[in-house]
């Protein structure tokens, strides 16, 4: 009764993290689990299908899987930013609590099959990511103002409110563009991935931490065809080994983002942590954003409240769980 | 499954040698084993396809210098501009062939998409080149050789998408690539001085007696057709240094430019600019159906198993260090032939960079001898964009028995700056060591 | 037959026309968010996404122009060689065979494409310009459409050049493009 499957899986990545510790960690572990009955091939972004619309890839069977942030498809509905993370999401150690404990999960499959017909599971999370690679330094409100950012998706809006002057390219001229200053700063992924592309080398600072983008959970969508045609055992393996992976993929991240700064440093990077106020600012725009989107989108707003009343509940947590050290017996 | 994909080259090119154009080809071989692929979904991956290369804003670069090569054309600057060039240069064998090198090194320096270099200058030097009797298989060398430099002299679109596949900098990149291009751009200006000293009749000087215009004559001519158009690709280059600009909206720049400039002469009518923008449309068209197709096309290789297939063949030979190298280089010609360079990349780069690494070899000298294989790639007939290039350009009475014939030293100067790099990285790893980060 | 031909050879020029043009907002979007950035300090939100509509759009559209105007290259080694009516059996199997059934497979499929993004008012979700994305994908549409009917135009052109050259005479017969000139000119 153990069938044997062959699944192609269309992603959003050229390679690096996402694709080895996420895509492929993720097939390795359902090829290993299953004792190589189901084989899972991996293509990187943009070969299968359009590198940002997996989810349409694998709707219309191109794929039958696929890796992709949800935050993607906002173009189709803004819902889908609440489970990708925005600057009003909370951290990533909190996401997973919510997705895993708090209904999270089962939000999410049921609105990925209602609105984009595809089976939806959390599959690799991001912690914060890198604030800005600037080529000036940023740390309050005041130095925002003007600030020619380079970003994408639904930050470009809130950034606005934030006084600065957000900018959209193609992903091949930011690198020449940030070199010779045409943008005064841009925004990537976390501290570990970021080492790869190299902006800390035209960019001398590193802006910390990721306003922005506190934690950024990412998605396997499975086609529904393909999915109905696997066993009840062989569902719930997929469900474990995308649950294991996105562990693993926390952990991993958390230890090499550690590592990273020091690597920044070493290389004349100046790190500024941004000012509080900067902080603050940036979550007030972003709750403000969200309650507009609630007013108009009932799933919007179903989301949201489920993931504010988990706050709620989790407001005194860092009271009970963290413990007061001074900073320098950590230094 | 695996061998599915092979079995797409023979229909590919049965179709390619009957003459039927190269995108339709394509579409046809993409359509016929995407189907046995991926079934009825291969409609939404073509539909994919379409919006893919339709919206990939770096592409705007090809049509604003198609554009600009056009415009300067038509208003007849580009004539003026190398008949300026001529003037100095008439004395020294093929000298026009070499003030299109230096064009083509300029030019590459403001943009990075591959074909843009290519169709603007071309546009502009062919038909002086053709006046003055130039060799009809030089000029092709000269142009398909000089144009694939703009993916080479940085900026350059590839190396972007290289980067964070090798897991290397982007900016080592561009830095380390800086002195394999000006090599290779060196061995351009050398073979063609050189071929010119020893056959005067493929760059034909004007001889001394027949040379009797004034230095003040020069000089007044000079002032009157090279320095203004001089003046705005300097404009554009340098909106691209100062940090104007990005990339792209250097090219806007500079076909804003040469309308500015043709009105400045006083050649702006409408039959001149309407002659412009619809010769654009025409190259533009052909260009990008042709990637448009070649992009349907390594989808459905992929699909069809093409990756597996290398990186089996490459798992079965087990090489030592230089000959899974070359192996690997091998691949990426070949793969040239017939895939777009971005899916080359995409496939290759993860798949043997690691091998590579672990083999011993540094990764961003690596990834700079892949780009020159796949440079060298895109020259080589019989499938062969820079030549479709060419084509879609060239006025019918350049032949591409011609362009087959031009780029073939050109392919050996490549291969000699290959060989370089391969044997001194030092060539790839110093500047960036030097240039790039504070401390 | 013929009025056929004229009148798809028309459209096309004016389809081809509309296309040619999106050449000057691209300019003048693209030189305005330098402009608007370095001098006033403040970037577009929509200078990103006009740039790669009308470089989209202008080729898209170009398509069934080129064919018209016979641009699309091809490895002529052999072609070349081929008298005219070997050439014009060539051009009209590559039309009936490849680019009509294809183009219009393709065209049906890129309607629906756009009507789906119309129906739900999708936006692009690229810039905080996020404009709804139907306007673009009709040119999608648009430009396979025309390409089929260029192609059913060629191929009738290719058709009447058979009937007039019968084998014996074809050394005499005058011969419109669709058959004959290689190259772009
Ligand atoms: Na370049
Ligand atoms: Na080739």
């Known amino acids: 009764q153990d069938a044997k499957h062959s699944f192609k899986m269309a992603t959003g990545w050229p390679g690096g993290p996402l694709m080895d510790i996420g895509a492929k960690a993720f097939a390795e572990r359902v090829d290993q689990m299953s004792d190589g009955r189901i084989k899972i091939q991996v293509f990187p972004g943009g070969t299968l299908g359009n590198a940002l619309k997996v989810t349409e890839t694998v709707k219309n069977g191109v794929a039958e899987m696929g890796h992709t942030w949800m935050g993607y498809d906002w173009g189709r509905d803004t819902t889908t930013v609440l489970f990708g993370g925005y600057a009003g999401s909370f951290d990533s150690e909190r996401m997973l609590h919510w997705l895993y404990q708090a209904g999270g999960v089962d939000l999410q499959r049921q609105y990925r099959d209602e609105v984009f017909g595809v089976v939806s599971m959390p599959l690799f999370i991001r912690t914060a990511e890198v604030f800005l690679h600037s080529r000036k330094p940023v740390r309050t409100l005041e130095d925002m103002k003007g600030l020619k950012l380079r970003t994408a998706g639904s930050w470009l809006d809130m950034a606005k409110d934030l006084g600065a002057a957000p900018v959209t390219t193609a992903g091949g001229d930011v690198f020449p563009m940030l070199e010779r200053g045409a943008i005064d700063a841009t925004e990537w992924g976390t501290l570990w991935e970021d080492i790869a592309p190299g902006f800390h080398k035209v960019a001398k600072y590193l802006i910390i931490p990721g306003v922005h983008q506190p934690v950024a959970p990412f998605d396997l969508v499975i086609n529904k065809d393909a999915w109905a045609k696997l066993s009840d055992k062989d569902k719930t393996l997929i469900e474990t080994a995308a649950r294991l992976t996105t562990f693993d993929s926390w952990l991993r991240i958390g230890e090499e983002d550690a590592k990273a700064l020091d690597v920044y440093r070493k290389a004349g990077n100046e790190v500024i942590e941004l000012a509080p106020e900067v902080q603050y600012r940036t979550r007030e725009i972003a709750d403000a954003w969200a309650d507009k989107q609630a007013e108009t989108n009932p799933w919007f707003a179903k989301v949201l409240a489920s993931q504010r009343d988990f706050e709620r509940r989790w407001a005194n947590a860092t009271q009970y769980r963290n413990v007061k050290v001074r900073a320098t017996a950590t230094q | 499954m695996t061998m599915l994909a092979l079995y797409m080259f023979p229909l590919l090119f049965s179709l390619l040698l009957l003459g039927v154009p190269v995108a339709f080809s394509m579409l046809a071989t993409a359509t016929v084993f995407g189907w046995i692929v991926f079934d009825t979904a291969l409609v939404f991956q073509l539909v994919e396809k379409v919006e893919d290369v339709a919206s990939n804003f770096v592409l705007a670069a090809v049509t604003l210098f198609v554009f600009m090569g056009c415009m300067l054309e038509r208003a007849g600057i580009a004539e003026q501009l190398f008949e300026a060039v001529h003037v100095w240069t008439r004395r020294m064998p093929g000298g026009l062939a070499l003030g299109t090198v230096v064009m083509c090194i300029i030019f590459a320096a403001s943009t990075g998409v591959i074909g843009a270099t290519e169709t603007v200058v071309g546009l502009l030097a062919i038909p002086v080149m053709l006046k003055h009797r130039y060799d009809k298989p030089l000029i092709c060398g000269t142009i398909c050789a000089g144009g694939s430099l703009g993916t080479i002299i940085p900026p350059s679109v590839v190396v972007v998408v290289m980067g964070p596949l090798a897991n290397v900098s982007v900016g080592d990149l561009l830095v380390g690539m800086v002195f394999p291009g000006l090599i290779m751009a060196g061995f351009y200006v050398a073979y063609i001085y050189l071929l010119c000293r020893i056959r005067p009749d493929a760059g034909p000087v004007v001889p001394a007696e027949e040379d009797t215009m004034t230095v003040a004559e020069k000089l007044r001519i000079t002032a009157f057709a090279l320095v203004p158009p001089l003046f705005m690709i300097v404009t554009v280059l340098g909106s691209l240094m100062l940090g104007l600009a990005a990339p792209t909206e250097a090219a806007a720049i500079g076909a804003a430019g040469s309308v500015l400039l043709a009105a400045f002469y006083g050649r702006l009518s409408w039959a001149t600019l309407n002659g412009a923008v619809m010769k654009t449309l025409q190259v533009t068209a052909m260009i990008m159906t042709i990637l448009l197709a070649g992009s349907m096309m390594t989808g459905v290789f992929i699909g069809a198993g093409g990756v597996t297939l290398a990186q089996e063949l490459v798992d079965k030979a087990q090489l030592g260090p230089w000959g899974l190298l070359a192996l690997v280089l091998g691949l990426t010609f070949l793969a040239g032939f017939f895939l777009d360079w971005i899916s080359i990349v995409l496939i290759m780069i993860p798949l043997f960079t690691p091998l590579i690494v672990a083999a011993g070899f540094d990764a961003v000298w690596f990834c700079i001898l892949f780009l020159v294989m796949i440079q060298t790639s895109y020259l080589t007939p019989p499938m062969a964009p820079a030549i479709f290039y060419l084509r879609g350009i060239a006025p019918p009475e350049i032949t591409t028995g011609h362009m087959y014939r031009g780029v073939l030293p050109f392919i050996g100067l490549q291969v000699l700056t290959l060989i370089i790099v391969l044997v001194f990285p030092q060539t790839v790893l110093w500047l960036p060591s030097k240039l790039l980060g504070f401390n | ?185």
């Open chain 3, 1 to 185: 037959m013929q009025s056929f031909v004229r009148f798809v050879d028309r459209l096309t020029g004016c389809v081809g026309f509309v296309g040619a043009w999106l050449v000057a907002p691209l300019i003048l979007s693209a030189c305005y968010e330098v402009f608007s950035r370095y001098i006033l300090g403040s970037p577009t939100i929509w200078a990103y996404e006009t740039g790669y509509m009308f470089t989209g759009a202008n080729f898209l559209l170009g398509m069934a122009f080129a064919m018209r105007e016979n641009a699309h290259i091809r490895v002529d080694v052999l072609y070349l060689r081929f008298s005219p009516r070997t050439k014009a059996i060539v051009n009209a199997l590559s039309y009936a065979l490849i680019v009509v059934p294809i183009g219009s497979w393709l065209a049906f499929a890129l309607y629906k494409h756009g009507l789906s993004a119309y129906l739900t008012r999708e936006t692009s979700g690229q810039s905080a310009w996020n404009p709804v994305v139907w306007p673009f994908r009709l040119s999608f549409f648009v430009a396979f459409a025309m390409l089929v009917l260029q192609a059913l135009s060629e191929l009738a052109k290719c058709l009447l050049l058979l009937r007039q050259t019968e084998p014996e005479e074809r050394a005499h017969g005058v011969l419109p493009s669709a058959a004959g000139r290689q190259g772009s000119h």
